[in-house]
């Protein structure tokens, strides 16, 4: 079993729409939890960190549910620039370690 | 802003070399952590490196070796390398603290055998 997983998607949205994913994630001791973005043929790039009572930055909120061991990303609004590749990421126990999602694509259409 | 630098964008080498990709981070970070990226494989981890001298091998660490005499470099070296190891590789570093910490990546080195 992955220690995180996503749906590879890809998901197609209109823009403007409100969009979703889940990822889900093996360890119940996991400590951190973050949302990356990731461009084409680029690095990927912290997109948030995900807080326990669920956190927003502008268009984006993410939620942790730590009894279901799966975190959320919404999107409001979505924008075509917003196309791109969202990787879940999980911070072990012992703080060294980085598990990542295999993400989820995302094409927003005019 | 943190800021971690891989030597090369673009890499071509031969089936055989000894190939050197350079890592430096500028944020005093403990943890330092080589990966690549092939598509529909996502990220896996080759190696990290949780303080000067120190390593450990990550899912895929055969026939790779790494270096790490300073706090700020960390090195990734393959030994003779192969052409299935054309590849995107990542370095990325983190503190080792507890709390929201979270890794930050290089550019990428796009590295090709031929």
Redesign the interface.
Same mark, same amino acid.
């Given at each position: 079993r992955k220690e995180v997983e996503q749906d590879p998607g890809p998901f197609n949205v209109p823009e403007g729409a409100t969009v979703a994913f889940n990822c889900t994630y093996s360890n119940s001791a996991s400590?951190?939890?973050?949302w *990356?973005r990731q461009d084409c043929?680029?690095?990927?790039?912290?997109l948030m960190?995900? *807080?326990s009572s669920g956190n927003e930055d502008g268009r984006f909120t993410a939620q942790l549910n730590r009894a279901s061991q799966y975190i959320s990303l919404l999107i409001r609004d979505s924008k075509l620039s917003d196309s791109a590749t969202y990787?879940c990421?999980v911070?072990d126990v012992g703080?060294?370690?980085?598990y990542?999602?295999?993400?989820t694509k995302l094409n927003v259409k005019p | 802003d943190v800021k971690v630098t891989q030597s090369s964008r673009y890499l071509v080498k031969r089936t055989g070399e000894k190939v050197f990709l350079e890592c430096v981070q500028d944020m005093d970070h403990e943890?330092m952590?080589w990966y690549r990226q092939d598509p529909g494989?996502?990220?896996r981890?080759i190696y990290?490196s *949780?303080d000067v001298k120190m390593k450990?091998k990550g899912d895929i660490p055969e026939g790779y070796s790494v270096s790490r005499e300073k706090k700020e470099r960390f090195s990734l070296i393959l030994e003779s390398a192969s052409t299935n190891q054309t590849s995107?590789y990542?370095c %990325?570093s983190?503190p080792?603290? %507890?709390?929201?910490?979270?890794?930050?990546?290089?550019?990428?080195t796009?590295l090709s055998i031929l």
């Open positions: 400590q951190s939890f973050f *990356y043929r680029k690095e990927p790039k912290l960190s995900v *807080y990787l990421v911070r703080f060294n370690k980085f990542f999602g295999s993400g | 943890n952590f494989l996502g990220l981890l990290f *949780y450990e995107m990542l %990325a983190s080792s603290v %507890a709390g929201n910490q979270p890794q930050h990546f290089g550019d990428g796009r």
